[in-house]
């Protein structure tokens, strides 16, 4: 694992000699971000956020670039941190050092530098927070309790980090306004289900290289991630079996022609299982005992807790080696188990996350949120809110106009039956 000794520069990242590679990979992700950039372009003229300090937490991704450069254009003061230890890309961090973004991330970086570096983005004093798991948020309310009357408000990206945001609503603690845009339908119906479908694919068969096809596969949780994951998987020719612990989900899952069943009976018949549910120690110590020989496991969840490794080191003590990147076997007993990934989000650790196509409308609801949370000035109250249905439409407008697919207007006659009840 990388390490890094603490620096007195504003930044902190592997190589800036890296900036040119990594300008001209943000330009490829940007042809396909056609919102984002119209915004970007909005943004240069209007300067929303003249001034404002932002901190953006976040998969340091050519993606997550086109979005800081957006901030940027419109007057933002924006340092960025990574948002997991193993999704950043280097060369995207040097770029965006080179055009004047601080960044504090560097690939591989273990847990002590991770978290060092959030401290060092948290003291650029943010009045504005971009997060993508509600680490700084919940970083900032326990640690910097006087840095939080300056927070104009939050936006999150995550569903992990929407709950966790939730629960500091209800339990009375939290101190600035949330924007959920994950929850906004231009959001998770494309990035959680189409995107995490195909990235996790992708980081998988590019750690492993194996034939998806004619193997059976688990997939843990049916949200809008499961979901996608389920299907893309099927589609690559696997036997998918869904494990769920929601009656409506699983139902869902059972009638979109999946099998459905525990993961005690699942586990001995699985080739690779896939977690995707938000939750801690989903494959746990007795599912290990249960999987077969050579077993994969792989996690497409926000955080590394759905594998439960630490057991897993426990019964393999010794047993441990690295056979290729992001491929670790764990033998005990007569029988070794794949990890991939560390049990990170392997479509960010093995892949580059999802397409540019699928994070234009995602980091677009971003933009426009945090657009949204500087002109309501203070009239937020301390809640989690969605994003406005108004933003939500246009955005999902844009990218149809970008796409060009036209469609249908009501006529008049249309919208005088959709409003009256006498027939
Ligand atoms: N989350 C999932 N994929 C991502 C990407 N490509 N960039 C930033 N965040 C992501």
Not at 15 to 22: E, R, V
Not at 139 to 151: A, F, Q, T
Not at 337 to 350: F, H, S
Request: proline content about 4%.
């Amino acid at each position: 694992m990388a390490t890094s000794t603490p620096t007195a520069r504003n930044f902190d990242i592997k190589d800036p000699s890296l900036a040119a590679a990594g300008n001209r990979r943000i330009e490829w992700a940007a042809r396909e971000m056609p919102v984002l950039g119209q915004i970007r372009d909005t943004f240069s003229r209007t300067r929303p956020f003249e001034g404002v300090r932002l901190l953006g937490c976040a998969h340091i991704t050519t993606e997550t670039a086109n979005l800081a450069l957006t901030l940027q254009a419109g007057g933002a003061n924006a340092v960025l941190c990574a948002s997991n230890p193993l999704s950043t890309q280097d060369d995207v961090a040097a770029a965006l050092v080179e055009a004047g973004i601080p960044v504090f991330a560097i690939k591989g970086e273990d847990d002590e530098t991770y978290h060092r570096h959030i401290h060092l983005a948290i003291a650029h004093k943010p009045q504005l927070l971009i997060d993508d798991g509600a680490d700084v948020v919940t970083i900032l309310h326990k640690e910097y309790p006087e840095l939080l009357p300056d927070l104009l408000g939050a936006t999150e990206e995550t569903t992990t980090g929407v709950i966790r945001e939730r629960a500091m609503e209800a339990a009375g603690v939290l101190r600035f306004p949330v924007i959920a845009v994950n929850d906004a339908d231009t959001k998770h119906f494309f990035d959680n289900r189409y995107g995490t479908g195909q990235s996790t694919i992708d980081g998988i068969l590019r750690a492993t290289n194996m034939l998806l096809a004619g193997r059976t596969v688990v997939v843990a949780g049916y949200g809008w991630c499961g979901k996608g994951i389920a299907t893309r998987i099927r589609g690559m020719g696997s036997q998918v079996i869904v494990t769920e612990i929601d009656p409506i989900r699983a139902l869902e899952a059972a009638m979109d022609g999946f099998m459905v069943e525990t993961m005690e009976r699942a586990a001995p018949k699985a080739d690779l299982v896939v977690t995707a549910t938000g939750n801690i120690n989903v494959v746990d110590r007795h599912h290990f005992e249960a999987l077969k020989d050579g077993a994969m496991l792989a996690n497409s969840g926000h955080f590394n807790s759905e594998i439960n490794l630490k057991a897993l080191a426990e019964m393999s003590g010794e047993g441990r080696r690295t056979l290729r990147p992001f491929v670790e076997e764990y033998t005990f007993g007569d029988k070794s188990l794949i990890v991939l990934g560390e049990g990170r989000l392997i479509n960010l650790a093995a892949a580059e996350g999802h397409p540019a196509s699928v994070m234009d409308m995602s980091f677009a609801n971003q933009a426009l949120a945090a657009e949204y949370i500087v002109q309501q000035g203070r009239t937020l109250e301390n809640r989690v809110y969605r994003v406005p249905e108004e933003i939500d439409r246009k955005i999902a407008e844009l990218k149809l106009a970008a796409m060009k697919i036209a469609i249908d207007v009501l006529s008049p006659e249309q919208v005088h039956y959709l409003h009256s009840w006498e027939g």
